[in-house]
C-alpha cells in the first residue's frame, strides 16, 4: 500500500490540527505572503506576459478551485510534463495551495518510462503541454485509465493559464494544508531500474528555501533569469521560489538556449542566473560569446557537477564583477546541501563547498565511523530539508535513514576546515548534463539485445556533457556501435542513450566477481 495523508481526523482533533496550520508554513504561505508584500511588483515574465504578485496569486486561487472542483482532494498526486512556463509555475502552487501532491516528470521520458512514475504515484490528473500529448502515446492504457483528469498547461482551451486569466470574482479556497503534508514526489534515479519518489514535505521546501536565501545571497535586485528545466528540483526549489520568496522580479525562457540565454542577459539585464556546468560550456563555445558583453552579471551559479577549470577563467575574465557559486545537493534535501560561495572559488575550485544553514553532515566509513580529515567517505545528512523517505517503498526508507542519518550514497572528502570534495557517487548515477540516469537501467536496455553477452555502463568525462553515457559490451553475435545506440533510443529518453560504445573480450572484476567500474571509467 502506498503511503499518503492521515485517514479521517477523529473527532476532538479539530482544536488541534487548527493550532497546527497557524504555525505552519507551507510553499503557499511563501507565495501569499510574498503577494501581501510586493503587490503590485512584477512577480513573473514569460513569453511576453507579465505578473505582479498580488496577480499571481489570483491567479493559483483561481486554478486552485478549478482542481477542487474537478473532485481532486487533499493528498491525491498530479502529475506535470511539461515545459519551463508560467502555467506550470502556476500549477506546482495551486496544487499545494489546494493540498494535493505534485508530481514533475522529465519531459524528455518516452511512455513507458513515464507510465511507470503515473502508475507508481497514484496520479489521478495530469497537468500537460499539449504538444506533450504525444509522449503518452506509449503509456499502458490501463495506467491512462487511472489518470481521470488531463489539464492543458497552456496554449489550449481550458488550460491552466486561461482558468487563471479568467474574469469573475474570486473563489473561496477552503483547503487547510500544514507544513508536515506532502508538496512533491521528487522521482530520483537510482541504483535500479525503477525510480523512487522522495516524499517532500512543505516543511522540507520551505526549510530549503530559507538555506538558498541566505547561503546563496538572494535578494530583490537580483533580475535572476530561469532557464533550467522546472520540472527539476535545483531550478524550481533552489532558485525560482526563493526568489518569489524575496520579491525578486523572476523571467523564465521555455529552453536554455546558449544565444538566447547571452542575448537576454546582455539586453534586459540579468543580474543573476543558473545553469548546469555544460550550459555555461556551451555559452563560452557559442559563436556568439565574443560579441555579447556579460559585464551586468553579479551572480553566477551552477550545480550538479564541477565547473570546468577553462570554463571558469573564461567566464571570470567575461565578467569580472562576477561571483560564482557551486551548488552541491541531491533532490532528497531538496536539493541544496553544500555551497562553494566566490570568495571560496581561487583557493578551492574543485569543492562543492559547506554546509547550508540548514543541513548538519558527517563522513563515515563503511562501519559507520567518522574518517579522519582528508580520507574518503559517505557523507550523511540532518536536516529539516530532507524527505519523509520513498513513496510505497518502506525498505528503501529504512535503509536510506539508517542510524539516524540519512545516507547520501556519494563518496566525498572534507578538509579540516569543513569544505566537502566529491570523490565519486557511491550510488552508481551518471550526471549528464545536469541530470541522473541509473546505469542500470541502460544496462538493462542494452541486454535486450540478442548479440550482447555482458554490458557495463558508466559515465566517462566529457567536454560537452561533463559526464557521458559510455557502454561497455561484451558480443556474442555480430553487432556494431550504431546498433546498440539503435536498440537502446527505441526504449529510453535520449539522454539515456550512450554516446560511446566500447566492444571488450572481456570486463574487469574482483575476486568476488563484481565488475569493477572504476577501471572502465579510468580505462
Given amino acids: 500500500m502506498k503511503p499518503g495523508p492521515a485517514g479521517p481526523r477523529a473527532h476532538g482533533e479539530e482544536a488541534t490540527v487548527s493550532a ?6 507551507t ?4 507565495l501569499r505572503r510574498s503577494a501581501a508584500r510586493y503587490r503590485d511588483r512584477t512577480a513573473l515574465v514569460f513569453a511576453g506576459r507579465t505578473w505582479s504578485f498580488a496577480e499571481l496569486d489570483e491567479a493559483v486561487t483561481r486554478v486552485t478551485a478549478y482542481l477542487l472542483d474537478l473532485g481532486l482532494t487533499k493528498g491525491e498526486r498530479v502529475a506535470a510534463l511539461g515545459r519551463n512556463s508560467d502555467g506550470y509555475l502556476i500549477g506546482f502552487l495551486a ?10 516528470l522529465n519531459y524528455n521520458l518516452l511512455g513507458g518510462e513515464l507510465g511507470y512514475l503515473l502508475a507508481d504515484s497514484g496520479s489521478r490528473a495530469l497537468l500537460v503541454d499539449p504538444a506533450l500529448e504525444r509522449s503518452l502515446a506509449g503509456v499502458d492504457e490501463a495506467v491512462l485509465a487511472g489518470v481521470e483528469h488531463r489539464v492543458p498547461l497552456r496554449d489550449a482551451d481550458g488550460s491552466v493559464v486561461e482558468i487563471a486569466t479568467a474574469a469573475g470574482e474570486l473563489p473561496e479556497v477552503g483547503v487547510e494544508v500544514a507544513d508536515t503534508d506532502l508538496a512533491q514526489l521528487l522521482y530520483t534515479s537510482g541504483t535500479t531500474s525503477s525510480p523512487k519518489g522522495a516524499m517532500m514535505s512543505h516543511k522540507a521546501l520551505v526549510h530549503e528555501y530559507l538555506s538558498c536565501i541566505v547561503d546563496l545571497d538572494l535578494t530583490a535586485e537580483d533580475h535572476p533569469l530561469h532557464v533550467m528545466p522546472l520540472y527539476h528540483s535545483a531550478q524550481m526549489h533552489v532558485f525560482l521560489l526563493p526568489w518569489l520568496a524575496v520579491g525578486a522580479t523572476s523571467t523564465v525562457l521555455e529552453v536554455p538556449d546558449p544565444g538566447e540565454v547571452m542575448r537576454r542577459i546582455e539586453q534586459d539585464g540579468h543580474r543573476a542566473f543558473f545553469a548546469a556546468p ?3 560550456v556551451a555559452m563560452t563555445n557559442h559563436a556568439d560569446f565574443e560579441g555579447r558583453d556579460l559585464s551586468g552579471l553579479r551572480k553566477a551559479y551552477y550545480g550538479a557537477s564541477i565547473m570546468p577549470g577553462p570554463t571558469l577563467r573564461t567566464l571570470l575574465a567575461k565578467a569580472p564583477d562576477c561571483g560564482f557559486y557551486n551548488c552541491f545537493g541531491q533532490s532528497e534535501i531538496a536539493p541544496l546541501a553544500c555551497v562553494l560561495r566566490p570568495e ?5 575550485p574543485d569543492s562543492a563547498g559547506k554546509p547550508v544553514l540548514f543541513v548538519q553532515t558527517r563522513v563515515v566509513d563503511g562501519a559507520g565511523a567518522d574518517v579522519p580529515v582528508g580520507e574518503s567517505g559517505e557523507i550523511l545528512y540532518r536536516s529539516p530539508q530532507l524527505c519523509d523517505g520513498y513513496w510505497g517503498n518502506e525498505e528503501a526508507s529504512a535503509e536510506a535513514f539508517s542510524d539516524g542519518w540519512f545516507h547520501s550514497g556519494d563518496l566525498v572528502r572534507m578538509d579540516e576546515e569543513g569544505y566537502v570534495f566529491v570523490v565519486d557517487r557511491i550510488k552508481d548515477v551518471i550526471n549528464t548534463g545536469g541530470v541522473l540516469v541509473a546505469s542500470r537501467q541502460v544496462e538493462d536496455a542494452i541486454y535486450t539485445h ?7 555502463v558508466v559515465g566517462i568525462p566529457d567536454e560537452k556533457w561533463v559526464e557521458a553515457v559510455a557502454a561497455f559490451v561484451v558480443r556474442k553475435g555480430e553487432v556494431d556501435e550504431a546498433g546498440i545506440v539503435e536498440h537502446v533510443r527505441g526504449q529510453l529518453a535520449a539522454f539515456k542513450v550512450p554516446k560511446r560504445v566500447t566492444f571488450v573480450e572481456d570486463l574487469p572484476r574482483n575476486a568476488s566477481g563484481k565488475i569493477l567500474k572504476r577501471e572502465l571509467r579510468d580505462g
Fill in 278 to 280: 555544460t550550459l555555461w
Fill in 450 to 456: 540478442p548479440a550482447v553477452a555482458e554490458v557495463a
Fill in 344 to 348: 571560496d572559488h581561487a583557493q578551492r
Fill in 20 to 25: 497546527l496550520i497557524t504555525r505552519s508554513s
Fill in 27 to 30: 510553499v503557499d504561505g511563501i
Fill in 95 to 104: 496544487c499545494a495551495r489546494a493540498g494535493l501532491v505534485h508530481v514533475p
